[in-house]
């Protein structure tokens, strides 16, 4: 039982430290969608001093892309701050809590060796079996945080895509009109 027990143990191990160093990746995308987010607002500032006249066709589909991009921008924006927002994340016994417990689990073993009243535990089997429940429990758990943030930091990077591609409709409509209009 013990070299199962090792393997399962480890590998629940790696997968809880797995969870937790993902907890980091929402942060890090962070700088790439606020220089493009900010990217999007400057262009839309930018052309919208250059828009073709108003009530011309141009005119009307220059205001649908403005719309758009800023629609996807604060979409983006939204599902960013739902993928930020904090979330208690699930980890395993305090490092004294555990200490204590293997130190028990010690003591009971010992105990139960000199009197020989029932058979006695194994105690590192024991530990091995709390500390591989533990990792589960929280791996598992964080896992899921972790999964519904991916699934929101996807979301606002389609968002920031369709804005992205809705300014570069908007100048290509400003452009292609003042180039066939002159």
Do not use: C
């Amino acid at each position: 039982m013990a070299s199962s027990l090792d393997h399962i143990e480890k590998t629940l191990a790696e997968a809880y430290r797995k969870e937790i160093d993902q907890e980091e990746n929402i942060w890090r995308s962070l700088p790439f969608f606020a220089a493009t987010l900010a990217l999007e607002l400057g262009a839309i500032y930018q052309i919208a001093g250059h828009l073709p006249p108003a009530g011309t066709g141009a005119w009307r589909g220059s205001i649908g892309f403005i719309f758009s991009a800023g629609a996807a921008t604060l979409t983006a924006i939204g599902f960013l701050a739902a993928a930020i927002f904090p979330a208690r994340f699930g980890y395993i016994s305090p490092e004294p809590e555990l200490l204590d417990y293997s130190e028990r689990l010690d003591q009971y073993e010992r105990e139960r060796d000199a009197t020989e009243e029932t058979p006695a535990i194994d105690a590192l089997a024991e530990l091995k079996k709390t500390l591989a429940h533990e990792y589960a429990l929280a791996a598992d758990y964080n896992r899921r945080i972790n999964q519904r943030r991916a699934v929101w930091r996807s979301i606002a990077g389609v968002a920031t895509l369709a804005g992205v591609l809705s300014i570069v409709a908007l100048v290509a409509t400003a452009t292609a009109y003042y180039v066939w209009n002159g």
